[in-house]
């Protein structure tokens, strides 16, 4: 068994009024796979699908709690954003799937790039980075992350190197 601690984890979780057709949409029409779906306590619907290993979660909110579909509450309420291979074949396998495409392929300084909405009204924005893009985002990241802590106005240090030092199953490098 390893002891090196998974990294944590930003996970989208997307309301749908019909979870079961979400699940089936979205990998018919953008090339999800699905990794699960079950009933809740409640009665309703938890599904997990996941493209190219990033996984997303759905289900179907609380409206005692505003947690409600884009369709329901007239307005996109997040948006997804996915790095593609190749934007324009994926774009014709969403559109003869019968997704709703908002903005065909194009190119924009930062890629090629097009935009759809699920049926329930998710926002979509698929993207091919430019070359060299990625790269230099992941660059900037390690280097923000190899910086000692900035100490606040009060000369407090940000929370990161208490956290770190309270683990001490963490190796921080750099």
């Given at each position: 068994?390893s002891?090196?601690?998974?990294p944590?984890?930003?996970?989208?979780?997307?309301?749908?009024?019909?979870?079961?057709?979400a699940?089936?949409?979205?990998?018919?029409?953008f090339?999800?796979?699905?990794?699960?779906r079950?009933?809740?306590p409640?009665?309703?619907m938890?599904?997990?699908a996941?493209f190219?290993?990033q996984?997303?979660?759905?289900?179907?909110?609380?409206?005692?709690r505003?947690?409600?579909?884009?369709?329901?509450?007239?307005?996109?309420?997040?948006?997804?954003?996915?790095?593609l291979?190749?934007?324009?074949?994926?774009?014709?396998?969403a559109?003869?799937a019968?997704a709703?495409i908002?903005?065909?392929p194009?190119?924009?300084d930062y890629g090629?790039?097009?935009r759809?909405?699920?049926?329930?009204?998710?926002?979509l924005v698929?993207?091919?980075?430019?070359?060299?893009?990625l790269?230099a985002?992941?660059?900037?990241?390690?280097?923000c992350?190899?910086?000692?802590?900035r100490?606040?106005r009060s000369g407090i240090q940000t929370?990161?190197k208490s956290?770190?030092?309270?683990?001490?199953?963490l190796?921080?490098r750099g």
């Amino acid at each position: 068994m390893s002891t090196t601690p998974k990294p944590p984890q930003i996970i989208p979780y997307l309301f749908y009024s019909d979870v079961p057709a979400a699940l089936d949409f979205l990998c018919r029409a953008f090339g999800f796979e699905e990794e699960m779906r079950t009933g809740t306590p409640s009665g309703g619907m938890h599904g997990e699908a996941s493209f190219h290993g990033q996984l997303v979660m759905m289900g179907q909110g609380a409206r005692e709690r505003s947690l409600t579909t884009p369709r329901a509450a007239g307005a996109a309420t997040m948006g997804v954003f996915i790095y593609l291979d190749d934007v324009d074949a994926h774009y014709a396998a969403a559109k003869a799937a019968g997704a709703e495409i908002v903005d065909p392929p194009k190119d924009v300084d930062y890629g090629r790039t097009y935009r759809a909405v699920d049926p329930e009204g998710a926002s979509l924005v698929l993207h091919d980075a430019a070359e060299g893009e990625l790269s230099a985002r992941a660059n900037r990241l390690c280097a923000c992350h190899s910086r000692p802590p900035r100490s606040g106005r009060s000369g407090i240090q940000t929370p990161w190197k208490s956290r770190l030092d309270s683990r001490p199953d963490l190796t921080v490098r750099g």
